[in-house]
């Protein structure tokens, strides 16, 4: 009974990580930004979704496509206005961009929080469910939310998964990823694909966000937290590898989960973090990184 | 006829070089106000202070002189709280500060109200040791009064009526305490477990959460294996998630106790409706005249904010009376004048008639808790409504349960 438990709970938490560290890894991935705004975009659109379907009464759908569509809006804001300058920036010597980047996304961040804050004050938000109610399975009570949240992860990741490998644009990610100057030289616009993958990181993001904010609520406090476990998972599975990320996101969600459950809630997160540690000393590239 | 005329002139232009003086030697009074003004139950403690200081100022001031709310954000932090302190007390000149209603961060800013012998009050914070220190080091900290239920005594009043709502009504026997671990829920907890059997409940398991807890399924789970007839809370920095998460698994057993973030009006719609059947702790409630001043104060509150006041923010607004009550009596600003003044307050406030425990109770400058004075009330969300079940003679209504309650038989 309580080890159903676990492997219910503990998917569900898990293919939310997942689809989470997805866009991360993926924005890494091909164009080598580490968006530390990450967080701060996941509760931009739970909050969204939350105060749209709820104060303006539009409904959980409506809400949730006004919340992807706000997280989509912040993801081209960070390229554009953030990321794209800083790249470009001939004042900025080229070693120190990443540096640069990183310290951008991550202030933009703050001020993305802290916006939050401001509007809808910090105290947690949860986004009204798409469906309600619980059935059983197998004896565990399990909230239809909690299974609706696995499936539309895992609907968004296979759709990625099959944009990147079956349609042309979804090749030129990849190989973007792999050698992206040898894709300039067959004549592609790398900056276009560039605006493609914040587009879907954009919309991953949001979905994640309003799915976490539908399963467990989201405060602006959390943005930081979000953004620390994107990172740790996708340290963990190995920076840039999105197969890594997911298998990195069911070790997390489990670890997890089993801490939660056989030992105390409150030190739920300390194995995990042990285990990072570890990882970084034994295989610095991750479960699946290449190096 | 001309002469009157600028004999009026003159008389006027003296009159008016005469007043100018006076006006000066009539500064505003300060009062400073330190809280979280991003959290709703941290906006309500400067948002209560300006309606008070408003108020007293249409009716006059203080002695003549005008009481200004000087307000700081501590963004919930002690370090950014002991320089807002520090300001206040240093830069801005204030007679009176009115802080916070974390506890952390009134523990850490009380030795600066005894090292700058700056009077301070907190609306909201609960720790024991906020009174224990007056109570040790009554000569340093004499400066410091708690304007809020110590943990311990919100942990009596939640179980005085636990002996009539859930022992009595609903034939309970066994309880699981589920506090959050933080400074406040150490001696509420340590109550908790010796009050709750003494009136009829068995603990049958104590859970502390971290407050950064964010899924509540490992924890809810593990109480339902436990079947207790009831979950007592001591929660604050959580509220919203845990309640929301307790609807969308239907975990049978009510929960019951102290829920800080449940007091907000706003707490119906962070929670999507989640909240229904959550029984409260307060010390007044909109819907209940606990002195003629409550409800008054409540409406007019969610007049000019549009929301209904948090816990805070009715004894934010006490607060500031209390401080313009005791400058009144002390006839000055002088610290040590006003300490003296506001241990004698005997003042019927929006939360009942507040009196501080003398020097030498374990709770020194605590409030005096109980008939007559502050008794405290228990409230439950009804269909969107805080509706008041406890104590009988103020009572607004029965208590409800939603649909997945599983009541003892």
């Given at each position: 009974?309580?080890?159903?438990?676990?492997?219910?709970?503990?998917f569900?938490?898990?293919?939310?990580?997942?689809?989470?560290?997805?866009?991360?890894?993926?924005?890494?991935?091909?164009?080598?930004?580490?968006?530390?705004?990450?967080?701060?975009?996941?509760?931009?659109?739970?909050?969204?979704?939350?105060?749209?379907?709820?104060?303006?009464?539009?409904?959980?759908?409506?809400?949730?496509?006004?919340?992807?569509?706000?997280?989509?809006a912040?993801?081209?804001?960070?390229?554009?206005?953030?990321?794209?300058?800083?790249?470009?920036?001939?004042?900025?010597?080229?070693?120190?961009?990443?540096?640069?980047?990183?310290?951008?996304?991550?202030?933009?961040?703050?001020?993305?929080?802290?916006?939050?804050?401001?509007?809808?004050?910090?105290?947690?938000?949860?986004?009204?469910?798409?469906?309600?109610?619980?059935?059983?399975?197998?004896?565990?009570?399990?909230?239809?939310?909690?299974?609706?949240?696995?499936?539309?992860?895992?609907?968004?990741?296979?759709?990625?998964y099959l944009?990147?490998?079956?349609?042309?644009?979804?090749?030129?990610l990849?190989?973007?990823?792999?050698?992206p100057?040898?894709?300039?030289?067959?004549?592609f616009?790398?900056?276009?694909?560039?605006?493609?993958?914040?587009?879907?990181y954009?919309?991953?993001?949001?979905?994640?966000?309003?799915?976490?904010?539908?399963?467990?609520?989201?405060?602006?406090?959390n943005?930081?937290?979000?953004?620390?476990?994107?990172?740790?998972?996708?340290?963990?599975?190995?920076?840039?590898?999105?197969?890594?990320?997911l298998?990195?996101?069911?070790?997390?969600?489990?670890?997890?989960?089993?801490?939660?459950?056989l030992?105390?809630?409150?030190?739920?997160?300390?194995?995990?973090l042990?285990?990072?540690?570890?990882?970084?000393?034994v295989r610095?590239?991750?479960?699946?990184?290449?190096? | 006829?001309?002469?009157?005329?600028?004999?009026?002139?003159?008389?006027?232009?003296?009159?008016?070089?005469?007043a100018?003086?006076?006006?000066h030697?009539?500064?505003?009074?300060?009062?400073?106000?330190?809280?979280?003004t991003?959290?709703?139950?941290?906006?309500?403690?400067?948002?209560?202070?300006?309606?008070?200081?408003?108020?007293?100022?249409?009716?006059?001031?203080?002695?003549?002189?005008?009481?200004?709310?000087?307000?700081?954000?501590?963004?919930?932090?002690?370090?950014?709280?002991?320089?807002?302190?520090?300001?206040?007390?240093?830069q801005?000149?204030?007679?009176?500060?009115?802080?916070?209603?974390?506890?952390?961060?009134?523990?850490?800013?009380?030795?600066?109200?005894?090292?700058?012998?700056?009077?301070?009050?907190?609306?909201?914070?609960?720790?024991?040791?906020?009174?224990?220190?007056?109570?040790?080091?009554?000569?340093?900290?004499?400066?410091?009064?708690?304007?809020?239920?110590?943990?311990?005594?919100?942990a009596?009043?939640v179980?005085?009526a636990?002996?009539?709502?859930?022992?009595?009504?609903?034939?309970?026997?066994?309880?699981?305490?589920?506090?959050?671990?933080?400074?406040?829920?150490?001696?509420?907890?340590?109550?908790?477990?010796?009050?709750?059997?003494?009136?009829?409940?068995?603990?049958?398991?104590?859970?502390?959460?971290?407050?950064?807890?964010?899924?509540?399924?490992?924890?809810?789970?593990?109480?339902?294996?436990?079947?207790?007839?009831?979950?007592?809370?001591?929660?604050?920095?959580?509220?919203?998630?845990?309640?929301?998460?307790?609807?969308?698994?239907?975990?049978?057993?009510?929960?019951?106790?102290?829920?800080?973030?449940?007091?907000?009006?706003?707490?119906?719609?962070?929670?999507?409706?989640?909240?229904?059947?959550?029984?409260?702790?307060?010390?007044?409630?909109?819907?209940?005249?606990?002195?003629?001043?409550?409800?008054?104060f409540?409406?007019?509150?969610?007049?000019?904010?549009?929301?209904?006041?948090?816990?805070?923010?009715?004894?934010?607004?006490?607060?500031?009376?209390?401080?313009?009550?005791?400058?009144?009596?002390?006839?000055?600003?002088?610290?040590?004048?006003?300490?003296?003044?506001?241990?004698?307050?005997?003042?019927?406030?929006?939360?009942?008639?507040?009196?501080?425990?003398?020097?030498?109770?374990?709770?020194?400058?605590?409030?005096?808790?109980?008939?007559?004075?502050?008794?405290?009330?228990?409230?439950?969300?009804?269909?969107?409504?805080?509706?008041t079940?406890?104590?009988?003679?103020?009572?607004?209504?029965?208590?409800?349960f939603?649909?997945?309650?599983?009541?003892?038989?």
């Amino acid at each position: 009974m309580l080890a159903l438990q676990i492997l219910i709970d503990g998917f569900a938490i898990s293919s939310l990580y997942a689809l989470g560290a997805t866009g991360f890894t993926l924005i890494f991935g091909v164009s080598g930004v580490l968006n530390l705004s990450h967080g701060a975009i996941m509760v931009v659109a739970a909050v969204i979704a939350w105060w749209v379907a709820g104060t303006f009464g539009a409904g959980p759908y409506l809400g949730a496509l006004a919340g992807v569509a706000a997280s989509l809006a912040c993801a081209f804001f960070t390229y554009r206005v953030i990321v794209r300058p800083i790249q470009n920036s001939p004042s900025i010597p080229r070693e120190e961009k990443e540096i640069f980047v990183l310290t951008g996304t991550l202030l933009w961040g703050i001020m993305l929080q802290e916006a939050v804050a401001y509007l809808f004050t910090n105290n947690p938000k949860t986004v009204r469910p798409l469906v309600e109610g619980v059935v059983m399975i197998l004896g565990v009570r399990t909230p239809l939310n909690e299974i609706l949240t696995a499936v539309l992860s895992w609907a968004a990741i296979g759709l990625l998964y099959l944009l990147v490998n079956r349609t042309r644009t979804g090749k030129s990610l990849l190989a973007a990823s792999m050698n992206p100057r040898g894709l300039t030289l067959l004549g592609f616009e790398l900056s276009r694909i560039y605006v493609l993958v914040w587009a879907i990181y954009g919309v991953l993001a949001g979905i994640a966000g309003v799915l976490l904010g539908a399963f467990l609520g989201v405060s602006s406090d959390n943005a930081g937290t979000l953004t620390a476990s994107a990172f740790s998972i996708v340290v963990l599975g190995g920076l840039g590898s999105v197969s890594g990320s997911l298998m990195a996101a069911y070790v997390v969600g489990y670890l997890e989960t089993m801490t939660a459950y056989l030992i105390s809630p409150s030190i739920r997160t300390v194995p995990v973090l042990l285990l990072l540690v570890a990882v970084v000393y034994v295989r610095p590239q991750g479960l699946l990184g290449r190096r | 006829m001309r002469i009157s005329h600028s004999i009026a002139l003159l008389s006027g232009v003296f009159g008016f070089a005469l007043a100018a003086p006076a006006a000066h030697a009539a500064d505003p009074i300060k009062i400073g106000v330190i809280a979280e003004t991003s959290a709703i139950s941290g906006v309500g403690i400067p948002n209560g202070a300006k309606m008070a200081a408003e108020e007293i100022n249409k009716a006059g001031g203080i002695n003549g002189r005008m009481i200004e709310i000087v307000d700081y954000d501590d963004h919930n932090s002690a370090s950014d709280a002991v320089r807002a302190f520090q300001r206040a007390a240093q830069q801005d000149k204030v007679a009176a500060v009115i802080a916070s209603y974390i506890s952390e961060v009134v523990l850490a800013l009380e030795p600066w109200a005894g090292r700058l012998k700056m009077p301070m009050i907190t609306p909201g914070a609960a720790s024991n040791e906020i009174t224990k220190r007056v109570h040790d080091d009554y000569d340093h900290m004499k400066y410091v009064f708690h304007g809020y239920l110590a943990s311990t005594q919100i942990a009596d009043v939640v179980c005085e009526a636990s002996k009539t709502l859930m022992v009595n009504d609903l034939h309970m026997k066994t309880a699981v305490v589920m506090s959050e671990d933080a400074a406040w829920t150490i001696p509420l907890d340590e109550e908790y477990l010796k009050c709750l059997p003494a009136g009829g409940l068995k603990v049958v398991d104590h859970i502390r959460l971290s407050p950064d807890t964010t899924d509540f399924t490992p924890i809810f789970n593990k109480v339902e294996g436990e079947k207790p007839d009831v979950i007592v809370t001591g929660i604050s920095h959580v509220g919203v998630q845990p309640t929301v998460q307790w609807q969308q698994q239907q975990v049978p057993m009510p929960m019951y106790g102290v829920s800080s973030q449940a007091t907000n009006s706003t707490f119906w719609k962070d929670t999507n409706g989640a909240a229904d059947g959550v029984i409260f702790n307060m010390v007044s409630a909109p819907d209940v005249a606990v002195t003629p001043k409550t409800i008054p104060f409540a409406k007019t509150y969610q007049a000019k904010y549009g929301n209904l006041p948090g816990y805070a923010a009715y004894t934010s607004y006490d607060d500031v009376y209390m401080w313009a009550e005791a400058i009144r009596k002390a006839g000055s600003t002088d610290p040590d004048k006003i300490v003296e003044a506001m241990e004698k307050t005997d003042h019927v406030g929006t939360i009942g008639r507040i009196a501080f425990l003398p020097k030498g109770d374990t709770f020194a400058h605590g409030m005096r808790i109980g008939e007559g004075y502050i008794t405290g009330l228990m409230v439950q969300w009804q269909k969107g409504n805080p509706v008041t079940v406890w104590p009988a003679n103020v009572a607004t209504g029965k208590m409800i349960f939603p649909a997945f309650t599983k009541l003892p038989q």
